[in-house]
């Protein structure tokens, strides 16, 4: 009840309120909160925008012959795991199965096809339940996404699209559960996750490092090359920005006590914070501020800021993406000095490692029973104890999903393709348009043309 009553996110009362009836109410003009329905809706689209935002990022630092297929390793998810959180995933994410036994670790099966949300309400959060579930639904579809930067250039693309399918039912949506839903342990002990430090970010971005370590590293680097396509990353970065406006804000739920407003703020401010961070460190380690830098950075601010949006005051924000850029850069230049996994764009680097430190520093800054406010450590020590449960279990679980499939599957591209390029191998298209041959005029129709006087207007 604490919980419910200092964190006034919607998403957590929604999924602790022991009033929760075991059927969705009726859906009445007395029950709709116009205020929320309009922001959940309008940041439904936002997170929805930045499945497109990351197809850009990560599309920018390929090969430019590999630049289609990345940014389709994107785009294909919001097909596919529409599909799948609409048949089973929202059900095993947000079904009540109690919250003992089964139900603490996974749903059921009575949201299934999104039967018993259309025309009810999610409880008494406001919201409609298909705005719910639909707003659920983007965060499902760019955690998939995600891990496509530790796979890209060297994975066919129809293992992947297997492959992202079973991830967002058997990883993402019990993981969110235990997070998020009815009875989920994780969230009964007490630990804070207001928009998805540890079901978004650390899961995907472990799953992305295992996945890519039983792939395999690519067999041709160009690392001095850099990236193909410099200002999709910057576009990418900017979308990515303007669209976690929407992922944390909205995920307050509601517009009324002043959480929303604060996630907003937070996550201007954190990810500000890093990004001028990140050039910093760059300048001084490097001898140069890139741009690239500045789109990295500013990412890894807003992937620390995650977990902790409606949790901590703007100023405290600072410190977050102060501390979080310098934790996620020195795991990205460790994780390609060592060289034991091929994160190819860094999806670990930026994504589990900022989804760890987010987790972490939440522990440390929140408000309420936070170590810097309460002096204990009781907060700080739940909060590692979830996101080392999101480490673990996303790991083990992308483990098998991607090692059954290795033996059933062929994984890997042809290393000629590889070589080659993946587009126009793969989808038989390229970045590069082709010199067109257009079909030459006839002699006569010259001559014609030429002949009768041009119409002035």
């Known amino acids: 009840l604490k919980a419910i009553l200092f964190f006034p996110s919607q998403r957590v009362s929604v999924v602790l309120s022991p009033a929760k009836a075991m059927a969705n109410p009726a859906l009445t003009d007395d029950a709709v909160s116009p205020g929320a329905v309009a922001w959940v809706l309008t940041s439904t689209a936002f997170v929805f925008l930045m499945t497109a935002g990351l197809g850009f990022f990560y599309g920018g630092l390929v090969r430019d012959t590999n630049i289609i297929n990345t940014m389709m390793m994107s785009v294909v998810s919001m097909g596919i795991v529409t599909l799948t959180w609409v048949v089973f995933g929202f059900s095993w994410a947000f079904g009540d199965n109690g919250s003992t036994g089964f139900g603490m670790f996974v749903g059921n099966f009575d949201y299934s096809l999104w039967m018993d949300l259309d025309m009810k309400m999610w409880g008494d959060s406001g919201l409609p339940a298909l705005v719910f579930a639909a707003f659920q639904m983007t965060f499902a579809i760019i955690s998939s996404a995600i891990i496509s930067g530790s796979l890209v250039e060297r994975m066919r693309f129809s293992a992947y699209c297997i492959m992202l399918a079973l991830w967002s039912l058997l990883i993402y949506a019990p993981l969110c559960h235990w997070v998020w839903g009815p009875g989920g342990w994780i969230g009964e002990m007490g630990a804070l996750d207001f928009a998805g430090g540890t079901v978004v970010h650390i899961s995907s971005g472990v799953s992305g490092l295992v996945a890519g370590g039983i792939l395999g590293p690519r067999r041709h680097v160009e690392k001095d090359l850099g990236p193909a396509n410099v200002p999709f990353v910057i576009l990418g970065g900017c979308l990515l920005w303007f669209g976690w406006l929407g992922f944390n804000g909205g995920s307050a739920l509601s517009v009324t006590d002043g959480v929303a407003a604060r996630a ?74 060592i060289n034991l996994v091929d994160d190819t764009l860094d999806a670990f680097g930026l994504h589990g490692s900022g989804g760890i430190a987010g987790a972490i520093l939440t522990g440390i800054f929140a408000v309420e029973d936070g170590l810097i406010y309460s002096g204990s450590f009781l907060l700080l020590g739940k909060q590692i104890a979830g996101a080392l449960a999101g480490v673990a279990f996303s790991a083990v679980g992308t483990a098998i999903i991607v090692g059954v499939m290795k033996l059933l599957l062929k994984l890997r591209i042809p290393e000629e393709h590889e070589v080659g390029g993946v587009d126009q191998h793969t989808h038989g298209e390229s970045y590069h348009s082709p010199v067109k041959q257009y079909p030459k005029a006839k002699s006569s129709d010259v001559s014609e043309s030429t002949e009768q006087p041009s119409e002035t207007v």
């Open 264 to 337: 907003v703020a937070t996550t201007f401010v954190a990810s500000a914070s890093s990004m001028l961070t990140w050039l910093a460190l760059e300048r001084i380690l490097k001898g140069k501020s890139t741009s690239v830098g500045a789109s990295v950075g500013a990412v890894a601010g807003l992937v620390c800021i995650t977990p902790a949006a409606g949790f901590v005051t703007p100023g405290w924000s600072i410190a977050i993406g102060a501390l979080g850029a310098p934790w996620c850069f020195a795991t990205v230049e460790l994780m390609n000095k």
